[in-house]
């Protein structure tokens, strides 16, 4: 009955740690000696170490942030899907090198992170496998001579498997470097999504509309609509990058045993889970609320060359030209109609010059090559652009997230049998 007790006054904030005796677990057995007697609080380390209980107890948090993070990624990735598919007929420029490239679909775009965010979960489904094994018992770092049932604690308290080698469970802190580093792509992902939402927010791409509680004015300029969450979330991915090659650079040169510098890797773990739950929150959030300026995407389509390279496999289809040639004469093509400060959409002098280079097109195939919102559909290559290729897509990520979704409430469902059976054999043994 003393753990109960105690757990209670942890809870309460009643139990106060003595720093004469070292730790939080001589400050534990010397609680349950002082209430239960040395007869039984002294059994409480039997077989043990503080070297395998701390890994127990940071696996057994750890997993439990990891199955949190993933069920709310889940949800902002849930939430990108459901606004992709409201926009796969939405046309907007596609960048490379922040210029414009080639028309796509808004929901082309929000599903590529879709997908991006989705590889995430794998990661951290991964990193979920190796933390989820159990170390207890391994004691200092050579096991015991006593009889101890290392099964026994690990179904009790929720574990997948054993990590049988004792040396390695107490040495080994890779599982924090998975962590981390699944950590550190997600939010290297995150911020890539918030910077291009920072760039789409600003007056010379006007694309996004951001909500109100997301965004903060300036002391002195009154116009300001400053993106700063996005902006901290792209700061604060910096941390758990940086905390990632931190412990790396840690544990590189430790000899094998228990060595005091890992006390550091914990609290970069907890910070960097901490930022990145947080960052998928405001993020979905966000989502719910954001107003795309269609409008503005389509005039940006219509006021450049954007439909350059679907002309020039217009040319190769129509008069089997090498891709190469088709390159060429398009290029000199936008060159000239530049000098003129005219478009694409200038259908006449597009018309007329291919005229001169004998390659006639009709007005009404020249309107159908570069119209944008021609040219996404005419996209048919698998994971295109096209409407079609973005909802096939979307229904692929749907079947992914509802293999997710049962991976996690599979392992929810593990960790829930295991607390009740521990529960149920402590209630036993109090009651004897």
């Known amino acids: 009955n003393c753990l109960e007790v105690l757990k209670e006054k942890v809870r309460a904030g009643k139990f106060q740690l003595n720093p004469e005796l070292e730790d939080v677990h001589l400050n534990i057995e010397a609680y349950i000696i002082e209430k239960a007697g040395v007869e039984h609080g002294g059994k409480l380390h039997l077989a043990r170490s503080r070297n395998d209980q701390v890994l ?3 696996k057994l948090h750890l997993r439990n942030e990891l199955l949190e993070l993933s069920s709310n990624l889940l949800s902002f990735v849930k939430t990108l899907l459901r606004r992709a598919e409201k926009e796969t007929n939405t046309v907007m420029p596609g960048f490379t090198h922040l210029q414009h490239a080639q028309p796509i679909t808004l929901g082309f775009w929000l599903t590529c992170y879709v997908s991006m965010f989705l590889r995430d979960l794998e990661r951290l489904s991964y990193a979920y496998e190796r933390v989820n094994t159990s170390p207890l018992g391994a004691c200092a770092l050579a096991g015991t001579s006593l009889e101890i049932d290392r099964d026994l604690t690990k179904k009790l308290l929720g574990f997948d498997k054993l990590h049988e080698h004792a040396l390695d469970a107490v040495s080994s802190r890779d599982f ?33 509309k951001l909500p109100d509680k997301f965004i903060s004015g300036s002391s002195i300029m009154p116009q300001k609509r400053n993106p700063d969450v996005l902006e901290l979330i792209r700061g604060k991915a910096s ?27 914990r609290r970069m773990l907890w910070e960097s889970l901490r930022i990145s739950k947080s960052s998928v929150s405001l993020l979905k959030d966000l989502f719910e609320e954001i107003e795309f300026d269609r409008d503005r995407m389509f005039s940006l389509l219509c006021s450049d060359f954007l439909a350059a390279t ?18 060429y004469i398009v290029s000199e093509l936008v060159k000239e109609l530049m000098k003129k400060n005219k478009t694409l959409m200038d259908i006449s002098e597009v018309k007329e010059f291919l005229e001169k280079h004998n390659l006639p097109f009709s007005k009404s195939e020249l309107e ?14 698998k994971g295109g652009t ?8 979307i229904g692929m990520f ?9 991976t996690l409430e599979k392992r929810k469902k593990r960790l829930e049998d295991a607390y009740n059976l521990l529960e149920a054999e402590i209630l036993e043994i109090l009651t004897k």
């Open 56 to 58: 127990t107890d940071v």
């Open 176 to 208: 924090i470097l998975e962590t981390l580093s699944a950590l550190a792509i997600l939010m290297s992902n995150l911020s890539r999504l918030s910077e291009e939402l920072v760039l789409w927010n600003s007056k010379e791409f006007s694309f996004v």
């Open 239 to 265: 941390y758990v990058l940086s905390a990632f090659v931190q412990v790396l650079s840690l544990v590189k040169s430790l000899p094998l045993g228990y060595n005091r510098d890992f006390q550091e890797d």
């Open 310 to 327: 679907e002309l020039a496999n217009a040319l190769v289809r129509k008069y089997k030209k090498s891709f190469r040639e088709s390159h």
């Open 368 to 381: 159908k090559v570069l119209d944008p919102r021609s040219v996404i559909k005419e996209i048919k290559s």
């Open 386 to 393: 096209s409407p079609k290729e973005v909802k096939r897509m």
């Open 398 to 406: 749907k079947k992914e997230i509802e293999k997710h979704e049962k």
